[in-house]
């Protein structure tokens, strides 16, 4: 798992940016009301290694990656709809997608970009970054590292709530639980300290969903 993570996220940057999609509440596209927060919150296994690129981003950004412990209890998902609604969708259509290689010239380069250019990791940070600046902790918004259905490697920013993970993500505008994405989830940062990365221990959570009958909306 941890060379896996080393390695990723050459390829995401191949994708189109996220056409503009009426949002829905997020009560009609997660699980229903009577499931446990839990089942809804990205499952952590053992610690990981942090990708390469994170090490070297926050050595760029150090108020980006503070260490300690969680910094306030999560809070219901509708405290923050509007804004996760509206940053999502100024930043994918701020950002146009161009890889790391050649935007910078190498493989892996997390950064928060200012020429509009970047690859879904940037995509990620920049909406990290405003989300914390509308009032949520950093410790409540944290990258994941994804497998695609096409088996390829991408990343997209988990915001946790005392209602469960919802996925912002730079290829579709729809704001879903993590496990209503279609995508395997292999490794996040901590929800303990954005400084830590853990595994993820449920391989598919397609899976998951389809036994919940929970209501999977895609682009």
Same mark, same amino acid.
């Given at each position: ?7 990723? #996220? ?6 189109s940016?996220?056409? $503009?999609?009426?949002? $829905? ?6 699980a229903?009301?009577?499931?446990? $927060? ?21 050595m760029?950004?150090p %108020? ?10 999560a ?18 259509? $701020? ?23 970047? %690859? ?9 970054? %405003? ?21 390829? #490697? ?11 993970d ?42 998951l ?11």
């Open positions: 798992m941890a060379g896996l993570v080393l390695v990723v #996220l050459g390829v995401c940057a191949t994708y940016r996220a056409q $503009a999609k009426p949002f $829905a509440s997020p009560y009609t596209v997660g229903p009301a009577s499931a446990s $927060a839990e089942r809804n919150t990205v499952p952590f296994g053992s610690v990981a290694n942090p990708p390469f690129g994170y090490v070297s981003f926050c760029r950004f %108020d980006q990656c503070p260490f300690g412990n969680k910094q306030a209890p809070v219901p998902v509708w405290r923050y709809w509007p804004q996760i609604v509206s940053i999502n969708q100024q930043v994918n259509r $701020a950002i146009a997608p161009e890889s790391a290689l050649k935007h910078y010239g190498r493989a892996q380069y997390w950064n928060i970009p200012t020429d509009g250019l970047g %690859d879904c990791v940037d995509y990620a940070l920049t909406k990290r970054r %405003d989300l914390a600046r509308a009032g949520i902790p950093l410790s409540d918004l944290n990258i994941a590292i994804v497998k695609l259905p096409d088996g390829e #490697l991408h990343a997209v920013l988990a915001v946790h709530t005392s209602d469960g919802y996925v912002l993500d730079n290829l579709r505008t729809a704001i879903v639980l993590w496990k209503y994405t279609g995508y395997t989830f292999l490794s996040r940062m901590s929800a303990e300290s954005p400084s830590y990365w853990v595994t993820v221990n449920l391989l598919h959570p397609t899976e969903a389809a036994s919940n009958g929970g209501l999977r909306q895609e682009d």
